[in-house]
């Protein structure tokens, strides 16, 4: 008995050495070798994570103190918040093809507008209000809080393949609860492993280290995953059934005309654009990336472009044809996301709807 204790006396000191070293490395490894900004947000309950921060009526906006962020919030140069006297302002909406997913801020459409604009002689800024992953509820209402206190002379607007996710998923609601989580809390997830985490730095190697276990989910601390409903998202097998009920199609379709509402009712010209999307290069962590949906996600995204003509026509607003890029694959990363060039392209068949329906008063 007394050599029993004796191995389980030491078996304990060992195993309590084994982890006083094992956190000691740990934390040695969290302090030099894992981004500081990334050891906030897995410690800390915060209203502010990487590029985004907590909004009271928005899932999230982008953070005015993030690299390439101006202090209002917007991607790209300074700006004041009231015009300069004879400016023009002309604001572009959308989701991360309008933000510049992965590219300088420089390459984004709306930057390049603005250059092709000021070669023409005017005297313009354009407001890059693009914000990845919204759909066009979160962009109508981002429209009434962020874009028009600015005063924009034009809207430009450029959504329609993020709303391939609430057009799919199940238990649809057209406010799009059934896809943004109402009840998600920003500034509160996974807090039981940040309290964790707090007392020991090997914990939290063990559960997020190149991937997640342990119950720790990854896609929370990422804002634009962390409010999506994903038990609703959909097998392959059921998107195709979901996205021919044409009442899907409605909140879209309702949301561009609001769009273009308090757009007019503040005093905008609006201009909408068709959306460049290749299927066969489909990327995305909403959905399952499989052929068999395919079709049925074309010929949605095809229906949301039909929508926006239909819009442009019924309430005589100047539609870009934007879509047309889809056919030259060399300016595409993936189904929507483009190269610099394509960003260049973008913004000329822009440039000359302004200019051929004089959506702006032409410089002196």
Known sequence: MGLLRTRLAVGGVSTILVLVLGEVAARVLVATRMDPEKVRILLEDTDVKGRYRAHPRLPYVPDPGFPSHNALGFRGAEIERDKAPGRLRVACLGAST???????????????????????GYDVEVVNAGVPGWVSLETLVGLEERVLPLAPDLVVVYQGRNELFPQSYRNYEPDYSHYRDPAWNFSSTNTLHKAVFRVSHLALLLCTHRGQRFGWEERLENPVYGCVVKSNAPEVEEIGPFLEDPSRTGAYRHNVEELVRISRAAGARVLLTTFAFRVDDFATGNLPEDPRSYPALDAQV?????????????RGVSVAETAALAEEPALFRDDCHVTPEGHTRRARIVLERILADGLLPAPD
């Open 98 to 120: 309008t933000y510049g997913h992965q590219l300088a801020w420089r390459e984004a459409w709306p930057a390049e507008l603005e250059r092709l604009l000021v070669e023409r």
């Open 302 to 314: 095809r229906e949301n472009n039909d929508v926006v003509r239909a819009i442009g026509e019924e």
